[in-house]
């Protein structure tokens, strides 16, 4: 009886394939998220998924209250569905600290494209899953100070400080250090 034995070429070969498959998802990867929308990502309010990030790139802090319970918010808001890339607004962290990155100083976000960007609604008498209720106010505060215009027109600018609570009882406006941001 002869036996054949199997060459090196062919473990090779199928070692090739795999190492071309994976310079090829590695080569997706990285053009999705320095190019942008490549992965079929939607254009929310005019922001591109990743496209063009580098020329404003400034904080703002948000922080929502219903009935005296603070709420916070997650890590990874404004990253693409697919996860491969990052619209000009996010978080990466519950902080509640905003990430405004976008391609030049006419970039003007608003605390509404945040929210179109989460895919959650904002208005004077709600904010995510959260709504006004009998005897129930809705206060907005930007900069400690009483904002009475919608939430959805809130210019995101450095070192912002927003606060909407629906209430009562209803918690003072706070601070926030931004340290080095």
């Known amino acids: 009886m002869i036996r054949q034995q199997v060459t090196p070429r062919v473990k090779w070969g199928r070692l090739g ?7 090829g ?3 997706f990867l990285v053009f999705n998220e320095f190019i942008g929308n ?5 254009i929310v309010d005019g922001m591109k ?3 063009q990030m580098n020329g404003v790139h400034v904080h703002a802090h948000l922080t929502l209250f ?4 603070q709420l916070f918010l997650y890590a990874g808001i404004g990253r693409s569905q697919q996860g491969q ?3 000009w607004v996010h978080t990466h962290d519950a902080s509640g600290v905003i990430h405004i990155e976008g391609p030049d100083t006419s970039f003007k976000p608003t605390l509404g494209n945040f929210f179109d960007v989460w895919h959650q609604p ?3 008498s709600q904010f995510l899953d959260y709504t006004l209720g009998p005897g129930q106010a809705m206060r907005v505060y930007v900069n400690q100070q009483p904002y009475s215009g919608n939430p959805r027109n809130i210019r995101l600018q ?5 606060t909407i609570e629906i209430g009562p009882p209803f918690e003072a406006p706070r601070t926030y250090n931004f340290g080095t941001l």
């Open 17 to 23: 394939c795999l190492v071309v498959g994976f310079i």
């Open 158 to 162: 450095k070192h912002e400080t927003i």
């Open 25 to 27: 998802v590695i080569a």
């Open 38 to 42: 490549a992965g079929g990502d939607t």
């Open 122 to 124: 904002l208005s004077r």
């Open 85 to 87: 890339c990052w619209y």
């Open 66 to 69: 219903d009935r005296d319970h």
């Open 49 to 51: 998924c990743g496209a």
